[in-house]
């Protein structure tokens, strides 16, 4: 599931390329990626809207218009992609938006991805309920640091509610975990200063050093089948169960929290 550095990439090479632009055109081809609104109501409001700004908030990507805001999640393997003329004939694509040259795709295979249209970001229920942004200024330390005082649950289950930290998920929480050496079932709030420090350091590098494996190179949006390059050469422990620890060589294990697979070193991460 792309998370904010993946998204945070998608933002940066998208915004020259649909900025200023106007929307000629809406059409929902698969009715579900518009859900729980009807795809009358998106092609309705994107049709004549300027594209004023290219954001992202935790996981999700918006484009600000000139009436409303776009507001895209990708959920598992949801993209974009972006075609000179009319999508060739066997491309899959659930929203397409047409601008006076070239037209951008919304693209999720399961189904799984939504579009949505809103009034204002700022009604919208689900940016509502985010956290901190995890590339923020807010994210701070000490911000964290209260994060972790204020709970008793296990540091990958708070690391990954969005209504905490947003933008930071599966894939990076196990990263940081690891490279900080903290055990995914401690209890939040029994971690001391010196440690919540050192978990902290530990996400804020993560996450950098997937943005930069995110933007170099950057998303190719005219190949259908680009996805993100040079993360596997980045990951530690991260779908890598019975390979050796990178630093003491014993086996990776893998255990379930909270519906999700956790991948950590039973000997390193304590």
Known sequence: MPEAPEVEAVARSLRPLISGRTIRACKVIHRIAARPQSASLLERNLRGALVKRVMRRGKYLLLKLTRGVLVLHFRLDGQLIWFDGAPPRGIHVDVLL??????????????????????????????????????????????????????????????????????????YSNEALWHARLHPRRRSNGLNAAESRLLYKAIVSTVKRALECCCSPAPNFRDPEWWFQGIERILKVYALEGKPCRRCETRIRRIQQGGRSTFFCPRCQR
């Open 98 to 171: 047409n601008f006076n040259r070239g037209a951008l795709g919304f693209v999720d295979r399961r189904h799984f991805g939504r579009a949505n249209w809103h009034q204002d970001a700022a009604t919208v229920p689900s940016l509502r309920a985010l956290g901190v942004d995890v590339f923020s200024r807010s994210f701070t330390h000490t911000a964290f640091h209260q994060l972790l005082g204020a709970s008793r649950r296990p540091l990958k289950i708070l690391l990954m509610d969005q209504s905490k930290i947003a933008g930071l998920g599966n894939i």
